[in-house]
């Protein structure tokens, strides 16, 4: 009896701090009225502000590479590798920027600060743009590569504090804003799926009007989640205390923290729970050798994750093919619109998000319900399946690349013609379809699995998956150009600057090969996590008669 009563007390002190952990503030600190924060009033201008931040990297980092290319005169595969180590960078960082927010800041505040850290750095790459004294002299790298003077000095140094100033911005901006709008929504609503889809929706306008309509709106009508501590902590302890307990059971007992947690995975876990007790029943042990079940829980949603979040990463080495070579691509291909009118190769990447302003409201609108009513999933199909779908068709999008980069190459080596920019197209558009899926399922997935205090943290999980997908491309890059110039005389696949002396189609075809096989691994950690997943434990409180029943 003595036993039980315990257990109750440490449950109800569990059960409070809980419910202290899910309270939200306004933007005084004080406890938020439902009726008048949060819902789609605050979380509209949290999509506003990813609009802006988005289309602000979309202005760098798509033209990017043939500023660095024309202006910087670094080699193609060196600016290749400068478009993506930026880009890796980024999504790195994201990290960061969720650790701040879950553990100091606030998403608020980290949102607020280091966006105006990104803005300064924008403003210094304007500067430099503009002002030639800032740059090497003008040379065409085409024809004239050798003789061109590469930037070095402080012309070099100018460029890359100004471009690792809008990567660390917008780093620890990123999962700040998605976390945030997120956080206005009860996480079991249909509305928080809805949100998903209008946030990748906001693709489209600037940032600094964003972050000053943010201060007046998103203090008034917002709803904020106040940090909860260092969550790295935590997860060291289960750790350690696992570690620690590695040669106890857990007791049989149903009243015991063991028989309270509810994911049979990793059960080597548990032990993390498991008290010490003298013959007085009241020692207090150290929170590195007694864990409570809602921190073991996160640890093994932590580690449950892992593998979904692995598999996308050759899929963002997909996308950064889009944001360096398929644009040199368009650059050796007509670009001619009309008499006075050419098209700007890197505007190329506009395609998807040109379809998917029409592709996702009749996504939301029509394939959501008539899905809902086969499935009965809220969101039609489940954040896995999205992504799932997203995975394969990301396969197309290479093999339509490496198809059209054979046909540019015999065109124009064989005919002497040069074939039309539209022809890049499909590439774009199967990639912009399976960016959609991919991307607002993986996010969507991450949210609902994190417990309170890591959704920022979560978010930025996804993020991570960009930056080692860029990474990896960055080394695939070097390993074929490598092992490809040691086995031919004729050079690298990737080793010249002229696209018509490379074979980027192979290169391509490479890419196709590593997707489809990355969707079958995807295929069986997606069943494993179906079959070992339980949804987070819900917080349960003494009823009037003795008996447990949940928190609402």
Partial sequence: MEERRGNIKAENEMNINMKEEQSTLDWRGRP??????????????????????????????????????????????????????????????????????????????????????????????????????????????????????????VKCLIFFVALYLVALGSGCVKPNMIAHGADQFNIQTKKLSTYFNAAYFAF???????????????????????????????????????????????????????????????????????????????????????????????????????????????????????????????????????????????????????????????????????????????????????????????????ISAALLEKKRRESALHSGKTISIFWITPQFLIFGLSEMLTAVGLIEFFYKQSLNGMQATFTAITYCSYSFGFYLSSVLVSLVNKITSASSNAGGWLSYNDLNKNRLDLFYWLLAVLSFLNFLNYLFWARWHSHHSSPPPQPTALSKDGGYENIP
């Fill in 32 to 153: 938020s009225n439902p009726n008048k924060h949060g819902d789609f009033q605050a979380a509209s201008f949290v999509l506003g502000l990813q609009a802006f931040e988005i289309m602000a990297i979309a202005a760098v980092g798509n033209n990017l590479i043939t500023y660095v290319i024309n202006e910087m005169h670094f080699s193609l595969s060196n600016s290749a590798n400068i478009v993506t180590n930026f880009v890796r960078t980024i999504f790195l960082l994201a990290l960061l920027g969720g650790y701040l927010s879950d553990s100091f800041l606030g998403s608020f505040w980290t949102m607020l600060i280091f966006g105006f850290v990104e803005l300064s750095g924008l403003i210094l790459l304007s500067v430099q743009a503009h002002v030639p004294q800032l740059k090497p002299p003008k040379c065409n790298m085409v024809t004239d590569g050798e003789k061109c003077e590469e930037a070095k000095g």
């Fill in 204 to 398: 489209s306008v600037g940032e600094l009007f964003a972050l000053t309509l943010l201060i007046w709106i998103q203090t008034h009508a917002g709803i904020n989640k106040p940090p909860q501590g260092s969550i790295f902590t935590p997860v060291a302890q289960v750790l350690v205390a696992a570690i620690l307990k590695r040669k106890q059971i857990c007791p049989s007992n149903p009243n015991s923290n063991c028989s309270m947690l509810q994911t049979q995975r990793f059960r080597f876990l548990d032990k993390a729970c498991i008290k010490n007790e003298d013959g007085n029943n009241r020692r207090k042990e150290s929170p590195w050798r007694l864990c409570s079940v809602s921190q073991v829980e996160k640890v093994k949603i932590l580690i449950a994750v892992i593998p979904i979040f692995g598999c996308t990463i050759v899929f963002n080495t997909i996308l950064a093919q889009l944001q360096t070579f398929s644009v040199q691509q368009g650059s050796a291909m007509d670009t001619q619109l009309t008499n006075s009118f050419h098209i700007p190769p890197a505007s190329l990447q506009s395609i998807p998000y040109i379809m998917l302003i029409f592709i996702l409201p009749l996504y939301h609108k029509f394939f959501v319900p008539f899905a809902t009513n086969i499935t009965g999933h809220e969101s039609g199909i489940s954040p896995l399946q999205r992504i799932g779908s997203g995975l394969f068709l990301a396969t197309f999008s290479m």
